[in-house]
């Protein structure tokens, strides 16, 4: 049930980040999600590509650093309340969420979140039990 997330080290300076989605571009690696956080010097780029091996590969050979990080990606109801539900289930069960972004994909009546949690066995539990629909690595390179 979990999605892999790519993370990127890029340094903050004008057209970095064009020419690192360029690069993607160019080797038909479609992002499928993206948040990128920035700092003074370097921004991360994180987010869920249709190919993560290609796209690994790619990125390392071209002299950034990448890192994969396993995460949930959560069907929520596209409602007023309906992400503080699916929190509720995990704070309720002492699940911290370090970090979440959304994206949206012909999700229709659903909003898509990309959750990071410190314990990902146990969010995959209880969001099922939960019915909380999760999102495999293929329904999401599918979208």
Avoid: W
């Avoid at 929520?76 to 704070?91: E, H, N, Q, R």
């Avoid at 990071?116 to 629909?133: C, I, M, P, Y």
């Amino acid at each position: 049930m979990y999605v892999k997330q790519i993370s990127v080290f890029i340094e903050n300076t004008p057209g970095r980040l064009a020419h690192f989605t360029k690069l993607l571009g160019e080797h038909n690696i479609d992002l499928v999600s993206l948040s990128v956080a920035d700092t003074t010097h370097f921004g991360i780029l994180r987010g869920i590509v249709a190919d993560y091996e290609k796209a690994v590969e790619l990125i390392s050979e071209n002299g950034y650093t990448v890192k994969l990080t396993d995460v949930l990606a959560v069907s929520v109801a596209d409602t007023p309340g309906g992400l503080a539900d699916v929190l509720k289930t995990l704070s309720d069960n002492d699940i911290t969420v370090e970090y979440l972004y959304s994206f949206v994909r012909n999700a229709g009546d659903h909003a898509l979140i990309i959750f990071r949690v410190d314990r990902l066995e146990d969010a995959v539990r209880v969001l099922s039990e939960a019915n909380v629909k999760l999102l495999t690595q293929e329904e999401v390179r599918g979208l």
